[in-house]
């Protein structure tokens, strides 16, 4: 018994070696792995889901199908918002079946977990949809790559303006964890620096039901604006109650986060009006329009910042693999730093050494119903942010070469 | 801003009112759970997941059928009974002389069942059922703006509750249910058809939840996990109240919804654990519940 | 005879199986059926459903993560000190609940582990919703590194194998008797004067403790420690497992936790994933209407009518 075990322990061993030694030059194992780690039916599931798989999807086909001759393949898993099941995935994923990079990423918890065990296992993260700007501060990590937007951008878009305009008291109605916490703590230093104050806060857990009693605390906090920083279906019932408590009329809501999916979502009579950040709309120009044509006619509603950031992450990783010859994480990453990356959605963009992707933002204001020429219609665009001004400068320890 | 002793007692009214709107839900439930469990003795796990259903329901006949929601009302309730009628026929009646923790996990088993379908079919990150236009707008009180749809909540389910808990304890009816149930092998000799009792029972415990559901479809949003996270909090309402208790059920329904509220304005973060302490301390002074008679 | 034959098969296949399977999966199917194990103890051998098990899992996960997180002690320290936590609020939440019997039993476990969900929820250490992420797995007595998964596994296995025979030797101890006793009569029992409370609380204690043990155990597996191991969902599945299996035998959990697990990893993966609640439930139906005694109470009974009498 004993001697078969051991006999069974060192094959194992050898195979185990065998695989380490061909990583040297090439794709490691005959084809490209690609993973998507999405909310596939959840909160944020409009927001990046399926329509993140087929975001992916259309990046590999638009590529080609293949690279350096060998086949790209997508993997796809659900993590329902929980870090524990994310986390767990893709440590299956990298370790025993061979995926090279992970895009999707979607709650700021998720993500963080899943960058821990993608930079252990040296892989590369392409995440297009997470808010916190941990991933290129205090968790930078040299295989980290944060696409489309991060809180500072969505602080910097939409707080500073307001702010600036003699809306000096703030009150926050917070989603209870790492993006949450991230967007109050940046959009309170904006409102700090431009001479304004916090009134008070209240953290609801993510996938709240009933806000009412968090609109009732706004309410009575005297406040010039409640600040919604909370996403996905969470922003819409939020924005929903503020509503039918009278509180929209009474003050400036504020959507720090709003994906297209849910603007569209809401009722031009609550949501009309309201300005916000973001880092992508479809009806920018002939090429944005172009692609989320396609896009529609697969997934069947327009795309979200998060679905553009996918394709443009992806694409822009799959061209440093083909530039390179290898799928080798640090050599490609070195590649995708030095090219700045060009589509319809990286406009006048650049790949930091900290990871951090720049490029520009867009102040939008949601349309009025009379406003609206189709149901796509949804946001006017008021401004472009360069995306110097919208993202925070490079931190010294997060320089990675 | 009206204060006493450092209190906003505006942001305090508005507090309480709010946790009475949800204690309306809790009364509602809650009673249906004491009388499966206290005429049957069965434990519906279930509750909260026919909740759910109730609550799709409603916007399934919306949106396809373009009921509306004063027929789901009706409706609702009647379809959800009937599910719990052929739950009841079909599934727990086999297992009525084992243990009653097999009823308890067997219902646990329904609940994830129901849940999983719909999450399935729609997704769990929600829909939206718009306010009967009827309720739409609100009251300006002094200390708030009462939503017309919430009032009617209160009102409604309080209406509903004291008519259920009349209809048992004060009528010939409840009498007969009681009898039914306490003393099956009498009232069988009586020439009354027990097992129908038990199952109509059954499946009226379950419109209630199926009523819940259509209520909360306008204010909560309709999706597949709003029942599985109120079941437990009712489940403790039932045990403080005392299990079986029908009385009892409804009154520390609304009571708990207020001390929620209450808590909310004090310590929000605790809101959603204010209900369990109150359990562990009751059971442990009081065993049998507040409202339960000692056994 | 033939029972020390089949656990030596079993764990002569344990020894060989992560040559097989990814062993990371295997890992986790064992700190389950430690889980279930403890679980079971309580349920199949004293009679009482506990429904707050997971405060224990998780108690010791999170004890575990935060000390291996910031104070840098051995993994085995860190797993004891976490074990020991568990056991230490098994010890308090015991005295409080087995007084109590039934669903007042069940109810009152529950509201007990919900209140420690709560404080974890807000507790600034254990990161609330995000959970404790990036917990070392360290180095065994300071010698053996664990980050290697194939090191971990064997490590795990033993602590399950220690587990798993702790809880043998108490069902099979004059202990163990008494338990059962309270069981299938507690009246007797008491009139037999036995201090049925104070034999209910001990087991809870030994319940507690080695769930805390697959918790912290847990923890160090997948380098996380979260919510969802204190949440009663968390409760539910391992009622799940151990009814699948078999409530009241001793193989029981493990098959059950296997079982689980292994569905759940499975249907995770491919499009099937959205019937996962769905296949858990109707496994749950179909064994409390038609195998109320588990996979391994139906095999055990096939073979009692057909080799013994």
Redesign the interface.
């Known amino acids: 018994m004993k001697a078969m075990t051991k006999t069974l322990m060192s094959a194992a061993m050898a195979t185990a070696i065998a695989a380490t030694g061909a990583q040297a030059a090439g794709l490691s194992d005959d084809k490209l792995k690609i993973g998507v780690l999405a909310d596939m039916g959840g909160v944020y599931a409009d927001v990046c889901g399926p329509g993140c798989v087929t975001a992916v999807e259309m990046a590999v086909e638009d590529f080609g199908g293949s690279v350096l001759g060998k086949p790209i393949e997508i993997v796809t898993a659900d993590d329902q918002n929980k870090a524990d099941v994310g986390s767990a995935k893709v440590r299956e994923w990298v370790e025993d079946q061979q995926v090279d990079a992970v895009t999707g990423l979607v709650a700021s918890s998720v993500t963080g977990a899943v960058t821990k065990v993608l930079t252990d296992n040296k892989k590369i993260a392409l995440i297009s949809t997470s808010a916190s700007n941990a991933f290129t501060t205090k968790a930078c990590s040299p295989y980290n790559a944060h696409w489309t937007y991060n809180v500072v951008a969505l602080a910097n878009g939409t707080v500073k303006p307001m702010v600036q305009s003699g809306k000096k008291k703030w009150f926050f109605i917070t989603a209870d964890y790492a993006f949450g916490h991230a967007l109050e703590k940046v959009a309170t230093g904006v409102i700090e620096n431009n001479g304004g104050e916090v009134v008070g806060a209240v953290r609801a857990p993510l996938g709240t039901t009933d806000f009412s009693s968090y609109v009732l605390q706004a309410q009575s906090s005297g406040a010039d604006v409640v600040a919604l920083a909370n996403a996905g279906s969470d922003f819409v019932n939020s924005l929903k109650t503020a509503a039918e408590f009278g509180l929209t009329e009474m003050v400036d809501v504020a959507g720090l986060l709003v994906f297209t999916p849910n603007a569209q979502a809401l009722d031009p009579a609550i949501a009309g009006g309201m300005k916000l950040t973001t880092g992508f709309y479809w009806d920018l120009d002939d090429e944005t329009r172009a692609w989320s044509k396609r896009f529609k006619e697969r997934h069947g509603s327009i795309p979200a910042m998060g679905h553009a950031g996918a394709y443009s992450a992806t694409m822009h990783y799959l061209n440093a693999v083909k530039a390179t010859g290898t799928d080798d994480s640090d050599t490609v990453m070195k590649h995708m730093k030095a090219n700045k990356p060009n589509d319809f959605f990286a406009r006048n963009a650049t790949l930091r050494a900290d990871g951090r992707m720049v490029h520009d933002m867009y102040q939008v204001r949601i349309k009025t119903a009379s406003e609206r020429k189709s149901e796509d219609d949804i946001f006017a665009v008021e401004k472009v942010i360069p995306g110097d001004e919208a993202f925070a400068p490079m931190l010294a320890q997060c320089e990675f070469k | 801003m009206v204060t006493f002793l450092g209190i906003n007692l505006f942001g305090l009214s508005g507090q309480l009112l709010v946790g009475l709107i949800n204690g309306s839900f809790y009364a509602l439930l809650s009673l249906g759970l004491a009388i499966i469990f206290g005429l049957l003795k069965i434990i519906n796990f279930a509750q909260g997941a026919l909740y759910m259903v109730g609550a799709f329901i409603a916007w399934m006949a919306l949106q396809y059928m373009g009921i509306n929601y004063w027929a789901a009302l009706i409706i609702v309730p009647l379809l959800v009974g009937v599910i719990g009628v052929l739950m009841e026929r079909y599934l727990l009646r086999p297992i009525a002389n084992e243990d009653h923790l097999y009823s308890l996990l067997l219902t646990f088993g329904i609940a994830l069942i129901l849940q999983g379908a719909f999450t399935h079919g729609f997704g769990s990150s929600g829909l939206s059922y718009a306010i009967p236009a009827e309720l739409k707008g609100g009251t300006k009180l002094p200390f708030m703006y009462l939503p017309n749809y919430r009032a009617w909540i209160i009102v409604a389910s309080i209406t509903v509750c004291f008519g259920t808990w009349w209809m048992i304890e004060k009528t010939k009816l409840g009498a007969y249910l009681r009898a039914g149930t306490e003393n099956p092998q009498m009232m069988q000799a009586f020439g009354i058809n027990v097992p129908l009792i038990v199952t109509l029972t059954f499946g009226f415990g379950v419109a209630l939840a199926g009523l819940a559901g259509v209520m909360a479809a306008p204010v909560y949003a309709v999706s597949p996990e709003m029942g599985s996270n109120m079941l437990i909090v009712v489940f403790a309402i039932v045990v403080i109240g005392g299990m079986g208790s029908i009385g009892g059920a409804i009154l520390t329904g609304l009571g708990m919804g207020v001390v929620e509220g209450l808590t909310k304005y004090f310590y929000p973060e605790a809101s959603t654990t204010i209900i369990f302490l109150v359990m562990v301390v009751v059971l442990l002074l009081k065993p049998a519940g507040l409202f339960g008679k000692e056994a | 005879m033939k029972i020390n034959k089949l656990y030596l098969g079993l764990l ?1 296949f344990a ?2 199986a ?2 097989i399977l ?1 062993p ?2 295997l890992m ?1 199917v064992l700190c389950f059926a430690l889980f279930a194990c403890a679980f079971n103890l309580l349920l199949g051998f004293v009679g009482l ?1 506990s429904f707050g098990h997971a405060v224990f899992l998780g108690t010791g996960g999170y004890v575990t993560g935060y000390l291996m997180m910031n104070t840098g002690i051995t993994p085995e320290l860190g797993i004891l000190c976490g074990t020991a936590a568990a056991a230490l609020l098994g010890a308090f939440y015991g005295k ?1 609940s087995v007084k ?1 019997e ?3 039993f ?3 476990t ?3 582990a ?2 420690m ?2 404080v974890y929820l ?1 507790a600034p250490f254990t990161g ?4 404790m ?2 917990v070392p797995r360290g180095e065994l007595f300071g010698l053996i590194d664990l980050s290697d ?2 090191a971990m596994y064997y490590f795990v296995l033993a602590v399950f194998v220690f587990g798993f025979w702790l809880i043998h030797r108490t069902i099979h101890s004059p202990f163990g008797q008494v338990l059962k006793a309270i069981r299938e009569n507690e009246p007797r029992a008491v009139s037999l004067g036995y201090n049925v409370n104070d034999y209910k609380w001990v087991a809870f204690i030994i319940s507690s403790a080695l769930a805390g043990l697959a918790g912290s155990t847990k923890t160090l597996v ?3 420690a ?1 919510l ?2 204190v949440h ?2 968390m409760s ?1 599945e391992v ?1 799940l497992m151990t ?1 699948v299996g078999g409530m009241g035998t001793i193989l029981g959990p493990l098959v059950g936790a296997g079982v689980v697990v292994g569905i759940q990893n499975y249907l ?2 491919g499009e099937l ?13 179909i ?3 038609a195998f ?1 005694s588990g996979i391994v109470g139906e095999i055990n009974k096939v073979i009692k009518r057909n080799f013994s009498s």
């Not at chain 3, 609330?128 to 959970?131: A, L, Q, R, Y």
């Not at chain 3, 994933?273 to 139906?285: D, P, Q, R, S, T």
Request: with cysteine; net charge neutral.
């Open positions: 002569g020894l060989i992560p040559t990814y990371v999966f986790k459903l409080l109590r039934g669903i007042y069940a109810m009152v529950l509201a007990l919900q209140l969900f709560f807000q609330g919703e995000d959970g992420q990036g998964n194939m997948f380098q996380l979260s969802t191991d009663w969902h539910g009622v009814l995770s993966g994933g959205n019937y996962l609640h769905i296949i858990m439930g109707a496994i749950f139906v064994c409390v209407l109320r």
